[in-house]
């Protein structure tokens, strides 16, 4: 569980994020939805501390992020951000990055670190590119990696920011469909996601955003049908239900 109370941050004197209430319950997939500059990826990483809050809190399980360390955190917390610099080197030595938290400098890798990195790249279905250089993968495997890293880094709460940007429809629902079972595993999956579509068929819970603040929350479908959406979108959705679940579309 990780709770959000009364969050505010500011950049360059400008108050961003106007005090941000929200939580985000543990087991299931949550998602971040708003308009562009409405503060989510801001949120984000404020609760990563990446940027600095100016008051507010950010708690897992009823412990504050700012009482962490840097490595305590890392041991609690982990972020796939919306894009990266690629790397010269292998996908083992990408993922075994995941491990950087749980050891000293100079690093030495135990056996368990090894086992770790093996059944994650086992887990994303990689282990046979295990020796390649992230250069010479696809959008959709680099992805993968990260995701691998992400669980060698064993944390109970992740946070990706837009992880389906570049990915082609299949890999989008692959690395979803994954999301959806890390979050059957208990781990508290946080999202930032911009097809509404994909939010009602994966969401547990959504968290929507506009100015900085949080204007509605609840299950997908809740919120989604909101006026706060329609406000926040300029949109209004309709839905409607088949055999495999409730679709949304834009009226007209």
Known sequence: MVEIRDLRVSYEGEEVLHGMDAHFPKGKISVIIGPNGSG?????????RLVASDSGSVEID?????????????RKMAYIPQGRNVPDITVNRMVMHGRFPYLSYPRRYRPEDHEMVRKALEWVGLTDLAHKKMSQLSGGQRQKVYLAMTLAQDTGVILMDEPTTYLDIRNQFELLDRARLLAKEGKTVIM???DLESVLRYADHVVLMDSGS????????????????KKAFGIELSFIETEDGVHCFVKR
Not at 214 to 229: C, F, K, N, Q
Request: hydrophobic share 45%; charged share 15%; aromatic share 0%.
């Open 40 to 48: 989510k990826s801001t949120t984000i990483k404020a609760m990563m």
């Open 214 to 229: 949080v204007t509605a929350s609840g299950t997908a479908s809740e919120v989604l049908a909101s006026e706060a959406l």
């Open 192 to 194: 930032i996601l911009h």
């Open 62 to 74: 009823g412990e504050p992020v700012s009482s962490l360390s840097q490595t305590e955190l890392a």
